[in-house]
């Protein structure tokens, strides 16, 4: 089963698409965010990718959820199911495809730190980015199941590398 985009060579545009984005959801968010971060593998120079811009949105509350939410279909995003408590998720699709990903975030939830950790880590090793880059292509070669099934067969990687025991959750 195919994923929601297929991996491709790092593409040097992804900064300024994390940048037009950070605009738009600026917009959105306003005062309310507290900061805006490009994550995921689009924010790592030189590692392969499936084009979707990952942003991390930091805000002090999940308040007015329902005008957020209609904030952000105006930008054509679609609410997915929250990934934890005080972990929102937001996907963009233009014509079939994937194009970006928002986490928002309640200021101090875990996920914050293991992302930009993880990010950072990909950004100044580069033995662990070329690791990281085979696993992926590996994965998206064997997927069988989609989506889930590559996010979940990458986790023990992501886990390992933050020196965190496999079956821990944020």
Request: net charge negative.
């Amino acid at each position: 089963m195919a994923l929601t985009s297929q991996i491709s060579e790092y593409d040097y545009r992804w900064p300024d698409m994390f940048d037009a984005e950070k605009a738009r959801l600026e917009r959105v968010f306003g005062s309310r965010s507290v900061e805006i971060h490009h994550v995921g593998s689009t924010a790592v120079p030189g590692l392969a990718a499936k084009p979707e811009i990952d942003l991390l949105v930091v805000v002090p509350d999940h308040e007015d959820e329902a005008g957020v939410d209609q904030a952000m279909a105006s930008f054509g995003y679609f609410r997915g199911k929250n990934l934890s408590d005080g972990h929102h998720f937001y996907r963009r699709d233009v014509e079939g495809v994937r194009t970006h990903k928002v986490h928002v975030c309640v200021a101090g939830h875990g996920q914050i730190s293991r992302m930009l950790r993880f990010r950072d880590m990909l950004r100044q090793d580069d033995d662990l980015r070329q690791e990281y880059e085979k696993l992926k292509l590996e994965l998206e070669s064997t997927n069988e199941h989609g989506i889930g099934e590559y996010l979940a067969r990458k986790a023990p990687f992501i886990d390992a590398a933050l020196g965190r025991p496999p079956s821990s959750t944020d």
